[in-house]
T-cell receptor, first 111, second 113 residues
Framework: AQSVTQPDIHITVSEGASLELRCNYSYGATPYLFWYVQSPGQGLQLLLKYFSGDTLVQGIKGFEAEFKRSQSSFNLRKPSVHWSDAAEYFCAVAPNNDMRFGAGTRLTVKP | NAGVTQTPKFQVLKTGQSMTLQCAQDMNHEYMSWYRQDPGMGLRLIHY???????DQGEVPNGYNVSRSTTEDFPLRLLSAAPSQTSVYFC????????????FGPGTRLTVL
């Protein structure tokens, strides 16, 4: 069955430090992969998505993600975190008309 | 352009009661969906629709009904509420497919006692 795993429930980084959020998927075919962000009390907002082609994908707010087929991973990165990046981040995979989300990683940013 | 709107924001029900969560979008999107969000489980797809008159089940459809009579509206009905349906519910829409950018509503927090 298709599934998405986000190994880190909670991550704390200092403002200005780099960030990497991990995502692993289990899916038979070439997946459509997404990263969404949810600020407290809000709905989700799409950061970036990968369908095919260049395995390094650029998104909004300075985020990027790299698709690695050999590792079944789609990790999200940002070179320098801002306090406003504190939120919950969800990786998702879309087989057919379904969409499966990971459990999320909560990011705390220390001043 | 209001985007995706959901009503109500909060609701408390007693076990066995029924209710409808409303969702509307003004972007002329074909694809609409309902998710529930539970702690530690991310979002799970309940039902989705690829256009007016067409609906299908997602990962967790039991206890919920949907219909899509217009492009704009996609209500979610709880037929007989159970405590296990206590959750935050999100509606989302996208242009044609779920792989297009999905726009999410602000959510409805439902508590079933």
């Amino acid at each position: 069955a298709q599934s998405v795993t986000q190994p880190d429930i909670h991550i704390t980084v200092s403002e200005g430090a780099s960030l990497e959020l991990r995502c692993n998927y289990s899916y038979g075919a070439t997946p459509y992969l997404f990263w969404y962000v949810q600020s407290p009390g809000q709905g989700l907002q799409l950061l970036l998505k990968y369908f095919s082609g260049d395995t390094l994908v650029q998104g909004i707010k300075g985020f990027e993600a790299e698709f690695k087929r050999s590792q079944s991973s789609f990790n999200l990165r940002k070179p320098s975190v801002h306090w406003s990046d504190a939120a919950e981040y969800f990786c998702a995979v879309a087989p057919n008309n379904d969409m499966r989300f990971g459990a999320g990683t909560r990011l705390t940013v220390k001043p | 352009n209001a985007g995706v709107t959901q009503t109500p924001k909060f609701q408390v029900l007693k076990t066995g009661q029924s209710m409808t969560l409303q969702c509307a979008q003004d972007m002329n999107h074909e694809y609409m969906s309902w998710y529930r969000q539970d702690p530690g489980m991310g979002l799970r797809l309940i039902h989705y629709s690829v256009g007016a008159g067409i609906t299908d089940q997602g990962e967790v459809p039991n206890g919920y009904n949907v219909s899509r009579s217009t492009t704009e509206d996609f209500p979610l009905r709880l037929l007989s509420a159970a405590p296990s349906q206590t959750s935050v519910y999100f509606c989302a829409s996208s242009y044609r497919f779920n792989t297009d950018t999905q726009y999410f509503g602000p959510g409805t927090r439902l508590t079933v006692l």
